[in-house]
């Protein structure tokens, strides 16, 4: 039920098709985040106009409220959000780590105290299978140790080390919970850890790739504080380091920039809050840069947000309606940010496959990384978009 082709490369960069059990997925793709089973404020239907193809969810969220119990007896994610294309859920390690209250990692697991309610809770690998299986995703992840992208050396192998042996232990489970249905609807992929440490990277990469034949591979722990010339170089490490006909999933990456000099260095899929995060903070993705709709400045620009956007909200409302909504505190303008910054990524990959598919690629990126790098508004890092 799973496969990857590869239609078309430019040096690293390619374009492709991931086939899965609900659908292909062409590839490279930006995947919204559904953090509750909801991409917030946005409906199924929206994503699917927008050229979404396939989603993220996340095992702890989903786990804390409504309970993973609850999500399968209503069918699995894909009937519980009215959603039928392909899903990935995310283990849960990052927000374990960054979220929970008195985290204590053991070689076991970790126990931690949700930031929900304060209830004490313990995941193991064994049981985020249990979790995700339950949710019903087509792709999972395994669970993983997650540190800031800047850590030690020391602790960056004790994390990545961990994540190995925590990897055996998923795809064991993973195994075993499919012994009573021998149809493959579930595709574990296994992450690479190392922070920002070359030598642990490439480690990581040969001992997964030597632990089984995995549909795909994740890269975690970037995207975690680091400064992005020692993640786009991670990035180069584990591209020379992993097969190169499987899919390759930047977890937590979705800044535009950041997506163009990924998909150069062989990344083929992406997920982040980013763009209904600063959607629903008033800000916009353009191709110069940025908009904070809130600015006086468009209190009587009666432009569209973007003229080279098709969206729904480029074509049908103003800037200065916009930001009327926003400064009024109506709902519906962070409903009509997030829609557009979707459609953005959306769009942004998909001129990404078509370049790399007519040859112009290189070109096509360069220049578009050049007007967006000068723009004032893009030299900072950003939020951290896990």
Partial sequence: MF?????ATAGPARTGVFHTPHGPVETP??????????????????????????????????HLRPGDDVVRDAGGLHDFMCWDGPILTDSGGFQVFSLAKLCTVTEEGVEFRSHIDGSTRRFTPESVMQIERNLGADVIMQFDHVIPGQSDGASSRDASERSLRWLARCRQEHARLAQDDPAEKQALFPIVQ???????RREAARSVTDMGDWHGFGIGGLSVGEEKPAMYEMIE?????????????????GFPADLIEAVRRGVDLFDCVAPTRMGRNGTAFVPDGRINVRNAELKADNRPLDESCGCPTCTRFSRAYLRHLFTSDEMLGPRLLSLHNVHFLARLMRTARETI?????D????????????????????INAQ
Avoid: C
Wanted: hydrophobic share 40%; net charge negative; charged share 20%.
């Fill in 194 to 200: 190392g922070a920002i440490h070359q030598d642990l």
């Fill in 29 to 62: 793709a930006f995947m919204p985040v559904g953090t509750l089973a909801t991409v917030k404020a946005l409906d199924p239907t929206e994503l699917k106009d927008a050229g979404v193809t396939m989603l993220l969810a996340n095992a702890y969220h989903l």
């Fill in 363 to 382: 070109a096509w990126s360069r220049d578009w990384l050049q007007r967006h790098n000068t723009t004032p508004s893009n030299s900072r890092t950003g």
């Fill in 357 to 361: 598919r007519d040859g112009t690629f």
């Fill in 237 to 253: 490490v584990v591209d020379e380091a992993l097969p190169r006909d499987r899919p390759r999933y930047l977890m937590g990456v």
């Fill in 3 to 7: 496969a990857f082709e590869v239609n």
